[in-house]
């Protein structure tokens, strides 16, 4: 080699040296006072000005998910809905439950054909797929019963966004594209997303004048606005236009429910999370309850993914028979969140080969009856985990019509036939089966990992059936593996839902000796691009600094002060 190239050699090394990012690119967002983690730049802004001018984290909240609805239209919404768990400082706990419901005129078989086959896309595309919306509802009880502010001030910063306009980022740009062909298949999202065409490019304005005007609406009249009065009109509009379900009288019937949370407890730390009609709380529990006493080893090693997939597929067995709304059907919820109910559970895996084919558990007694997060804490210690959506990315691809907002696709999450996989390949069961007003299942998972009864852990994420187990993930990284919260979202994930029979790895992020070994113990393997996008925040429980982390997974942005 001549000098001259190993000259060469040395200068790009010292050049990839100085351009390599500043260590702080690799630390979480830290702050003495408040945070916000959303899954867009602008919405967390949003939240800190609420936060700034006096409000709380459920103002911040009620303003985040209201922002995200302008900013982020492929899952922020007002015609979709969600969960909302809240944390109040002086120990009060609370979910706020705005699914999506059922219409009037939904039937249990509504996506079959006289054959009994389940007709292609009438669950997941267009009028039939969608359910009676739910966020305006939950964000404006929300805001009634626990904010400060009022509607009218944390729908400012949305209205403005939506009237002013923003730039569009490359991700909005790349996603609105890569969503065109069902986005114009209806003409008001078309025009709207679209420009009919002419394609928004980064940097572009993106302005929404009719969602401003829906918006503005809803600050000046309140929810009524729009589930009786001229938003209501135009949602029946379209869906006569498209020969939908929804009408007058289900709208006037929607309400958003405040639930207790499910709670359990992980070495120490309180779980406060979401109950049903979401499955993400009652499956997080009992993976947690079975893991609980293990030495799980290592992280993203063989020993540790063996048991965590192992817990995950118990806990979808068990998500696949049992669970639906609790309003409609028996969840057997103490029992499958037991800590015998787990013990067992946990016997039967520690004397099984991997992999062994399993059915769902028997958790007795019975008892009664394309998504975004967001992780907020404010100042005084009061928290909200908020996940919501419209299901698939841009919901059913409808948008209402002189209202500039787009139907969810939620329908899809019902088991439109016992036994065949809905669009995340979930098998469901009766519970789950169709029925008026009956809210879906879900598997959305905010969460609240409390200690001493204050906040050590804000948690969620979109992922459709993955969800809970993300938040599973990103909550052992913490727990158990002390991560700060940045190297907790952005480790390697893997999934496993129990049926398809496969073990879900996250493309090029575990070792060749890892799979080697997986593969040796029976697991069938196959590999994602990526598994979720998870918006975190973490307390340090000795001097109270929060850190937030938006999952380099996606292009959310965490702001704190
Ligand atoms: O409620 C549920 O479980 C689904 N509708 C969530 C959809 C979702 O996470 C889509 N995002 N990737």
């Known amino acids: 080699m001549t000098l001259g190239a190993i000259g060469l050699i040395l200068l790009s090394l010292l050049l990839s040296a100085v351009s390599a990012p500043p260590l702080a690119a690799f630390l979480p967002v830290a702050a003495k006072g408040a945070m916000v983690v959303t899954s867009e730049p602008f919405a967390s802004e949003a939240g800190v000005q609420i936060l700034k001018q006096g409000g709380n984290a459920v103002d911040a909240a009620v303003a985040v998910g209201f922002a995200l609805a302008v900013t982020h239209p492929f899952a922020g919404n007002i015609g979709g809905g969600g969960f909302m768990v809240i944390h109040l400082a002086n120990g009060r706990n609370t979910v706020i439950d705005y699914r999506e419901e059922a219409p009037e005129k939904a039937t249990r078989d509504m996506y079959l054909d006289g054959q009994g086959a389940i007709i292609p896309k009438a669950s997941t595309v267009g009028s039939l797929s969608v359910g009676v919306p739910g966020t305006v509802a939950g964000l404006a009880m929300a805001e009634s019963e626990y904010g400060k502010l009022g509607l009218r001030t944390v729908l400012e910063p949305a209205i403005k966004l939506a009237l002013d306009g923003f730039p569009v980022s490359h991700a909005l740009s ?39 005007a829906t918006l503005e609406l809803i600050a000046q009249q309140g929810p009524g606005a729009f589930y009786d009065g ?40 309180e779980i406060v999370t979401v109950p049903p009609p979401s499955s993400g709380g009652v499956a997080l529990i009992e993976m947690l309850n079975i893991l609980e006493p293990l030495n799980l080893g290592p992280p993203d090693a063989y020993h540790s993914i063996h048991l965590m997939t192992e817990a995950m597929r118990r806990a979808y067995a068990d998500r696949s028979r049992y669970l639906g709304d609790t309003d409609f ?38 008892e009664g009856p394309d998504t975004t997060h967001f992780s907020i804490v404010d100042a005084a210690g009061d928290a909200v ?19 500039g907002f787009l139907l969810n696709n939620e329908m899809d999450d019902f088991t439109s036939k016992p036994g065949s996989p809905n ?29 001493h009864g204050t906040v050590r852990m804000v948690v969620g994420s979109p992922g459709g059936s993955t969800i809970m187990n993300t938040v599973l993930e990103v909550m052992l990284n913490v727990l158990v593996y002390k991560m700060d919260v940045l190297h907790a979202v952005t480790a390697p994930r893997f999934h496993d839902q129990w049926k398809p029979n496969a073990l879900f790895l996250e493309r090029g992020r575990f070792s060749a000796d890892t799979i080697a070994r997986l593969r040796q113990a029976g697991y069938t393997l196959r590999f994602l691009k990526s598994m979720g996008e998870c918006e975190a925040i973490t307390v340090n429980p000795k001097t109270g600094w929060r850190f937030g982390a938006a999952d380099p997974r996606g292009s959310g942005e965490a702001v704190g002060y």
């Open 329 to 366: 059907v028996s969840v057997p919820v103490a029992g499958l969140l037991s800590k015998a109910y787990a013990a067992n559970l946990r016997a039967a895996i520690l004397a099984s080969p991997p992999d062994s084919p399993i059915d769902a558990g028997n958790p007795m007694p019975f």
């Open 174 to 212: 790349e996603s609105l594209r890569h969503y065109s062909p069902l986005l114009s298949r209806f003409d008001q999202s078309r025009r709207i997303y679209l420009r009919n065409g002419n394609y928004y490019r980064a940097g572009e304005i993106f302005k929404q004048p009719e969602l401003a």
């Open 230 to 269: 001229i938003i209501a009109r135009k949602i029946v509009a379209t869906m006569k236009q498209y020969d939908g379900l929804i009408t007058l009288a289900d709208l006037r019937n929607y309400r958003a429910i405040e639930r207790k949370p499910l709670t359990g407890h992980f070495r120490g730390n």
């Open 385 to 403: 985990s908020n996940t919501y959506t419209l299901n698939g990315g841009y919901g059913s691809g409808i948008t209402v019509k002189g209202a």
């Open 423 to 451: 669009m995340y390949g979930l098998i469901q069961s009766e519970a789950n089966a169709i029925a008026p007003h009956k809210r879906p299942l879900s598997c959305m998972t905010p969460t609240i990992v409390l200690r």
